[in-house]
């Protein structure tokens, strides 16, 4: 079978670092047409370089890195160094990309890329804030209905927010750019907190990737190592929840998770619950289903499968 088409939307941040090693080490399975930047977790400059950095560590400099927007569509940008540091990929030392960037924006690249694949061929995989998703939508209405499907990491329900109360940190960034991506009728699978929280980096699982002996093992568990910090604080939990590798484990292996095809909507008025994935999980209201929420996930087959590939790189 012909490796599935896709363009990871991201702002590493540690764990879309992982998510993109993951991606990069099974070409067998998934072609990256491009990588495009967002701000997000740490301004777009660093974004930029820092999935340059990724592509490097994985021993594909030849994978397009595009800059993206620097700013949601009409907030003020809230950034997450108090998750990921001052870099967004604290914990090991890097070197700096040698790779260049792409001179064209990011959102441009979405939107010839949709025009020129044929239709429903390529899948959009955001890991970050929808920013670059909704511009290239709103500037180009054409490549809606020509999206195979988007696999996001974003939102939550059971598990209510990791940014506000009510909140999780990608929707909360830009939340008018997400009502509309789940608005837009694209066949939506949404990674929410209620499973990303399932996929924890404890120790054994850390050391598996020492024990790879390779330069990708060590930098996977040394960002671990650094991004566990705020939820070990924060949550008691025994490690760092993976959140945005799950969107590439999904392509790889949907029968690790399980999920609801329901209606969620984003809230967009209310300071107080701004950002929140009003998710209809059991079915309370007519609204139509507009996403595959998943809940559910075979964390030892994700990890079994996270640390087989990694160890190709
Ligand atoms: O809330 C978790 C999400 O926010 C992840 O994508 C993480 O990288 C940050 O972008
Ligand atoms: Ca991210």
């Not at 090693?21 to 399975?29: I, N």
């Not at 397009?64 to 870099?87: Q, S």
């Not at 939102?155 to 960034?173: D, H, K, L, M, S």
């Amino acid at each position: 079978m012909a490796p599935r088409k896709i363009i990871i939307d991201t702002d590493p941040g540690q764990d879309d670092a992982v998510a993109i090693l993951l991606a990069l080490a099974s070409p067998e399975e998934i072609d990256v047409l491009g990588i495009t930047a967002v701000a997000g977790n740490v301004p777009l400059p660093l974004t930029a370089k820092n999935a340059r950095i990724v592509c490097e560590l994985a021993g594909k400099p030849g994978t397009k890195v595009f800059a993206g927007c620097d700013a949601p569509l009409k907030r003020k940008l809230v950034t997450a160094e108090h998750v990921h540091g001052k870099t967004g990929l604290d914990g090991p030392q890097l070197p700096e990309p040698k790779m260049a960037l792409q001179a064209a924006h990011g959102v441009d690249f979405i939107i010839d890329t949709l025009r020129r694949e044929p239709k429903g061929s390529v899948t959009l995989c955001p890991l970050g804030p929808l920013t670059n998703i909704a511009t290239a939508f709103r500037r180009a209405p054409d490549i809606v209905e020509r999206v195979q499907e988007i696999v996001l990491m974003g939102g939550a329900y059971f598990e209510v927010g990791n940014i506000t109360p009510a909140a999780e940190f990608n929707i909360y960034v830009d939340p008018e750019a997400a009502e509309i991506v789940f608005k837009s009728g694209v066949p939506l699978v949404v990674m929410p907190l209620d499973v990303t929280h399932k996929v924890l980096t404890t120790a054994p699982r850390i050391q598996a990737f020492r024990a790879m002996g390779t330069e990708a093992g060590r930098m996977v568990a040394e960002w671990t190592d650094f991004f566990e910090r705020f939820d070990k604080e924060k949550y008691g939990s025994n490690g760092a929840p993976l959140h945005d590798p799950c969107v590439i484990a999904w392509l790889l292996q949907p029968g690790l998770f399980k999920g609801r095809h329901i209606n969620v909507e984003i809230e967009t008025q209310s300071e107080l619950t701004l950002g929140m994935t009003v998710a209809d999980w059991w079915g309370v209201t007519d609204r139509a289903p507009n996403a595959v929420f998943i809940g559910d996930v075979d964390a030892d087959g994700f990890f079994a499968l996270l640390t087989d590939r990694i160890s190709r790189l």
